[in-house]
């Protein structure tokens, strides 16, 4: 007996949504590796991100939103990051947000989830307590130039948070932390004034240069004083 065409119709449709489905579900980290563990998974709004672990290393694998390619970085993150816990990720908007936390910074990186582009990367310093106020931050970031041509496949700490590859990414009053900061007319040890700043005096950060930060120290007289410290002279 001819099997009616809505029948056959409501078979193909049925077939279809299997494929689909299976598609859907063979679209995973792991894929390509079975021999791997999912550390950490982030579901996106059509994809995902995870951390995967196996006995070649971690890898940070993305499905974009966007549909394409799934995209694997094997650069990124440490297997020490996985065992002390200092990286963590988490969605934010249109934004996949990649952080590792130290004791006293943290670095960030925020991919586009359409196509896992960087947006941004950070470093957030966080200076000696001094005293009942919040501790004193710092925050730099990648320079632009850098993360426009940053490749998720490829990137690393390395090349968004090399000190020569950092800006700062705002003015800020920090204290000087050491007993004695000799004041430098640039950013280099040859170019020492022969002054100096004292543990507490408080400066305005006004630029950041390979490890340097240029600041403005306003004296108790009302003159201005204005030079380079090394970054390490504040943390």
């Given at each position: 007996?001819?099997?009616?065409l809505l029948g056959e119709l409501d078979?193909l449709t049925c077939i279809a949504v299997?494929?689909?489905?299976?598609?859907?579900?063979?679209?995973?980290?792991?894929?390509?590796?079975?021999?791997?563990?999912?550390?950490?998974?982030?579901?996106?709004?059509?994809?995902?991100?995870?951390?995967?672990?196996?006995?070649?290393?971690?890898?940070?694998?993305?499905?974009?939103?966007?549909?394409?390619?799934?995209?694997?970085?094997?650069?990124?993150?440490?297997?020490?990051?996985?065992?002390?816990?200092?990286?963590?990720?988490?969605?934010?908007?249109?934004?996949?947000?990649?952080?590792?936390?130290?004791?006293?910074?943290?670095?960030?990186?925020?991919?586009?989830?359409?196509?896992?582009?960087?947006?941004?990367?950070?470093?957030?310093?966080?200076?000696?307590?001094?005293?009942?106020?919040?501790?004193?931050?710092?925050?730099?970031?990648?320079?632009?130039?850098?993360?426009?041509?940053?490749?998720?496949?490829?990137?690393?700490?390395?090349?968004?948070?090399?000190?020569?590859?950092?800006?700062?990414?705002?003015?800020?009053?920090?204290?000087?932390?050491?007993?004695?900061?000799?004041?430098?007319?640039?950013?280099?040890?040859?170019?020492?004034?022969?002054?100096?700043?004292?543990?507490?005096?408080?400066?305005?950060?006004?630029?950041?240069?390979?490890?340097?930060?240029?600041?403005?120290?306003?004296?108790?007289?009302?003159?201005?004083?204005?030079?380079?410290?090394?970054?390490?002279?504040?943390?």
């Amino acid at each position: 007996m001819p099997v009616p065409l809505l029948g056959e119709l409501d078979k193909l449709t049925c077939i279809a949504v299997l494929l689909v489905s299976a598609s859907t579900k063979a679209a995973d980290c792991r894929e390509g590796s079975s021999n791997s563990v999912v550390d950490q998974k982030v579901e996106l709004n059509g994809g995902q991100v995870c951390l995967v672990e196996s006995g070649r290393g971690v890898q940070v694998v993305a499905l974009p939103s966007g549909g394409g390619a799934i995209l694997r970085n094997s650069a990124l993150v440490d297997k020490s990051d996985i065992m002390d816990g200092s990286v963590h990720m988490e969605s934010v908007g249109s934004m996949v947000k990649i952080y590792f936390e130290y004791p006293n910074n943290v670095y960030s990186i925020d991919f586009d989830v359409k196509d896992f582009s960087v947006e941004e990367s950070l470093v957030t310093l966080v200076l000696r307590d001094s005293g009942d106020v919040p501790p004193d931050k710092i925050v730099l970031k990648t320079k632009p130039e850098i993360v426009e041509r940053a490749k998720f496949e490829f990137v690393d700490k390395d090349e968004l948070f090399g000190s020569h590859n950092l800006v700062l990414d705002g003015e800020v009053e920090v204290r000087v932390a050491v007993s004695k900061s000799k004041i430098f007319r640039l950013p280099s040890l040859n170019a020492d004034r022969g002054i100096y700043l004292v543990e507490g005096d408080l400066i305005r950060v006004l630029s950041y240069r390979d490890g340097w930060l240029e600041f403005v120290y306003k004296m108790r007289n009302g003159r201005s004083v204005r030079g380079w410290i090394p970054m390490s002279d504040v943390i």
